[in-house]
Every structure is written in C-alpha cells, then in structure tokens.
C-alpha cells in the first residue's frame, strides 16, 4: 500500500486541458507502465484482478492544476503550469511497475480533446506519512464514486444516483464492497484481516450527496458518459477493507480517478 505524490510541468502543447483529464492521465499510465514492464502494463489496462463480470484494478488517483481558469469544456492552465498528481496502490504489483516508470519516462505524453500534451516530472516521492485505519472511519470524496447493477435486458452496466435511487444505494455499496473483499482474499490478493467481520459491514451517508456526470472516452464523434455520486460517509468495517478503498479507492472506475477518498475528522 503506496501513495506518490507528482509535480508535473506542461512543457509542450496548449494550455486548455479536458474536464475528463483523469481518464486521460490513466491512459499514459497504462501505456508508461507497458513500456518498463510489459505484464504490468497488460494487468493495469486489461487485466486486474477478475471476479465474476468485474476487474478489480486496485489503484486510484487525483490530479489537479496548481492554478487555472474554469472554461466550458476544459481548464486552462494559468502561471507556471503545474499539475499535482496524487497516486495510491493497493496492489504492491503494479506499485513496483509505476516506480519504474517514473524513471524511465521522465516526459509523459497526454493527448485529450484539446490535442497532444507533454508534461514534465519536476518531482515525485512517495507520501511518507501513512493514515491509521480502525473499524469505524469517515470518509470525504475528493472525486466522486461510481456503482451499477447490471440491466435486467442488457446486463451492460446501469449507474445509480442518490438522486434516483436513494434507497437502493446504501446497500449495494455494502454488497459491492463484501463482493470485492472477499474476490480478492479468494484470489490471494488481500492481506490477512479482509475476510474477517464483512458480515458485520455498516454504511452511513453523512451529507447530501450530490449527482456528477462523468465523460471517460471522448473523440469527435463518441464520448463514454456515466453518473456519479460525491459525498461523504460512515464505514463500519474491517481494518484491511478501510485500508483497500483508501488506497485501491472506492467502489468502481477507481483506475479511471474514481472514488479518491479523503479522511474526515471530526
């Protein structure tokens, strides 16, 4: 379990970045990552760890410009143009294989609506100070979380919103999170600890959640739009599966920069 922390300068390209600029950097990640380690890479993008009809891939990330101005398609970068990356593993695998990455590929290329960036590393380090996780902890979400069921006539994906659904949520989360934990203790993916008390598992809404909507792909001629929900919350739960969505984050899409938790103190 790792968190970076990444400085990068954009030294080449314009100076607007997409909405969806998450997804994008995940995309160089993958890619980064493919060329140090090749199976790495695979796992990262394809991969991950397989359970029924999802992957888990056991990592989250956020990123956000230093200083920048709100267009309506975009951000565009103001002063010095820095970006601030946070990354977090759960998965000690790929952990390894971004570490060689930042090495090795010192200038990421980063290509969204807005055309081909290039972005420096002017530092990265990995977070020394490490958060205590016990059974009851609070949580904020810096980027919002994502959770589906499947279609009844497609089974392809249906994301639910407070909004719409907010009596069906609290317990799909606690179903997601069970399914989750107890896939990757089965797979030997998950410390000692993850299996213990899920049966016990308790979630409890702290605030009024509020609806996102989410663009991943975007070309000219296709976007992949999903919904969202920000808010913050009460989990009642093993110490190993706090420390999993803190750091593999929370709940789906956590790859694409879903579900980045903060912890909330009283």
């Known amino acids: 379990m790792t968190e970076y922390s990444i400085l990068f300068k954009q030294v080449k390209g314009s100076h607007c970045i997409s909405y969806n600029i998450a997804f994008v950097l995940s995309q160089a990640l993958n890619k980064n990552i493919g060329k140090v380690d090749p199976k790495a890479g695979d796992f990262a993008h394809n991969e991950g760890h397989k359970g029924g009809h999802r992957n888990f891939k056991l990592w989250t990330h956020s990123i956000m410009p230093k200083a920048y101005d709100v267009l309506t398609e975009?951000?565009?970068?103001?002063g010095e143009y820095l970006l601030e990356w946070r990354v977090r593993f759960y998965d000690r695998y790929l952990a390894k294989a971004f570490e060689k990455a930042l090495i090795l590929?010192?200038?990421?290329e980063i290509v969204d609506r807005f055309g081909i960036h290039h972005w420096q590393i002017i530092k990265s380090e990995p977070v020394l100070h490490q958060p205590s996780f016990n059974p009851v902890m609070s949580y904020k979400l810096i980027t919002p979380a994502v959770i589906s069921i499947p279609h009844q006539k497609t089974r392809k994906p249906f994301y639910l919103t407070f909004r719409d659904h907010k009596e069906l949520i609290p317990a799909q989360i606690q179903k997601h999170l069970q399914n989750k934990a107890q896939t990757l203790y089965n797979l030997g993916a998950a410390r000692d600890g993850m299996e213990e008390g899920l049966e016990d598992m308790s979630f409890k809404l702290l605030n009024t959640?509020?609806?996102k909507r989410l663009t991943f792909k975007e070309t000219q001629n296709y976007s992949q739009k999903?919904?969202?929900?920000?808010?913050e919350f009460e989990l009642i739960a093993p110490v190993e599966v706090h420390k999993l969505i803190y750091y593999g984050g929370f709940l789906e899409k956590t790859a694409r920069g879903c579900g980045f938790l903060k912890i909330r103190t009283s």
């Open 74 to 78: 975009g951000m565009l970068l103001q």
């Open 105 to 108: 590929c010192p200038e990421w």
């Open 209 to 211: 959640p509020k609806t």
């Open 226 to 231: 999903v919904f969202a929900n920000q808010f």
